[in-house]
């Protein structure tokens, strides 16, 4: 477990419903998005500390996000209960993915959480050279 739900109350939020579920979920995604980092490293021993603060803020704003999605939360769950067009008389709206605003590609990480870790270089996808 990544966000204990007193950290998550101290940085601010409280709309997870069910947080146990939900942060399970969200770090899933984090993981997914950060090469499993923390899988490999230790959360707790790590000491950058503005590393750690973001990620625990990403989580966070995940859990918010997953907690506002309902029962689904799942991505194929998601873009298929997102519709791909909407017609009203004779106006015809389309759009081929309804979740790009709100997620990063096709993960289920949000945006918002995105933006979080940009700059603690958990999501460098580069290669070590020597």
Do not use: C, W
């Amino acid at each position: 477990m990544y966000l204990t739900y007193d950290e998550y109350l101290e940085l601010g939020f409280d709309k997870a419903t069910d947080f146990i579920k939900l942060e399970a979920y969200a770090e899933r995604h984090l993981n997914a998005v950060t090469q499993d980092y923390y899988m490999m490293h230790s959360l707790a021993e790590d000491t950058n500390e503005y590393r750690v603060q973001k990620f625990k803020l990403a989580m966070a704003i995940q859990v918010d996000y997953l907690n506002g999605l309902g029962d689904d939360i799942s991505l194929s769950g998601l873009l298929n209960n997102s519709p791909s067009s909407v017609s009203v008389g004779r106006m015809r709206i389309e759009n081929d993915n309804a979740t790009k605003t709100a997620t990063v590609g096709r993960t289920m990480l949000s945006a918002e959480a995105y933006t979080e870790l940009i700059y603690t270089g958990l999501l460098y996808k580069g290669v070590a050279y020597q």
